[in-house]
């Protein structure tokens, strides 16, 4: 992705109002009541769709068969021996929808208010007949130059997967593109192959967000020397992006972990090596993350350095000015005085013979400015 082109300004707000739409942004406005029964099923995010869509792929190594709608019950699959269904569900406001998926599939209580809770720190977790995996799906938004984080939760069974987002629009076409002309090795694996080619997608997305945030730290290194009092907001706007993107990818490694290491049995063992792989690319997204706070870090020290040396020029300019000044005032105060009796004043060549001699003092000390490299 293409970054900000040069000399451009990136928007910024107040403050304030950053702090307050930071806080907006990582934690969610709306929460359960104090002291609700463990399991009480509440969409805790804004709701960002008008109704519940479901999408619908079973296949198998020769067939596959795709459906959609807003139907629910229609689209709840019936696991059978040797096919796998993924069924997307976009929209999480409804309770009642994971309520009756949850008691379709024998999916625990705690594990369907995970999923409505869209503030989850990225993690996966065992419950023997099935696993459940949180991930967080970052896009980056070229207009308001901002990361979103949108919460995606994975239920994975023996044939079954149940993917839920927040909102429609993801990265897993390209999955769903080797499924439809059955590419590689997805079609003849079972449904832990299938989550791990969608943790891929999810993983390898972060890398566009990331060029785009390392696009605008490299013009920002441009302008940080211009010492112009925009800069350091662009520089807090980068940091509050990191810091969601920070957050978003941090805990993935330590969520990854016990699919590669083989602590969940639903994962194959020709599985954990892709997971592996997987985890590798989360360490370098982790590690670029750090690097680019790093860069903002410097970016900081630089834009200060800048305005820091563009001060000491000034003062330097007036340092030497006031300089040769001093001997200057002193002689025409000298002679300014309101005495009677100064032979000076008496003789007609003393007037221009003291506009020589102050000159004379000014173009000396400026010599020995220019020969000390004091400019």
Known sequence: MKGPEPGKKIPHLS????????????????????????????HTGPRKVESVYVQRMTYDERDLSEESGAQIEALLPQPEPGTVAWVNVDGLHDPSVLEHIGARYGFHRLVLEDVLSTQQRPKTEDHKAYFFVVLKMLS????????????????????????????????????????????????ARGSDYLAYALIDAVVDSYFSVLESIGDQIETLEDQAFAGSTDTIRTIHALRREIMILRRAVWPLRDALGPMYRGDIDQVADETRIFLRDVHDH????????????????????LHLSGISNRMN?????????????????????VYGMNFEHMPELALPWAYPALLAFMAAIAIGMLGYFKRKRWF
């Open 15 to 42: 403050p304030l109002v950053t702090a307050r739409r930071v806080i907006g942004r990582v934690v969610s406005p709306v929460r359960k009541p104090p002291g609700s029964a463990p399991g009480t099923l509440m």
């Open 313 to 333: 020029e000034v003062m330097k300019v007036l340092t030497m000015i006031a300089t040769i000044f001093i001997p200057l005032s002193f002689f025409a105060g």
């Open 140 to 187: 980056y938004d070229e207009a308001t130059r901002t990361v979103a984080a949108e919460q995606v939760s994975l239920i994975v069974a023996d044939g079954l997967l149940f993917s839920f987002q927040e909102r429609p629009g993801d990265v897993f076409e390209p999955v769903r593109e080797r499924l439809r002309q059955a590419k590689g090795r997805i079609r």
């Open 282 to 301: 989360a360490v370098l997204v982790i590690d670029t993350v750090e690097s680019l706070r790093e860069l903002v870090s410097a970016a900081t020290d």
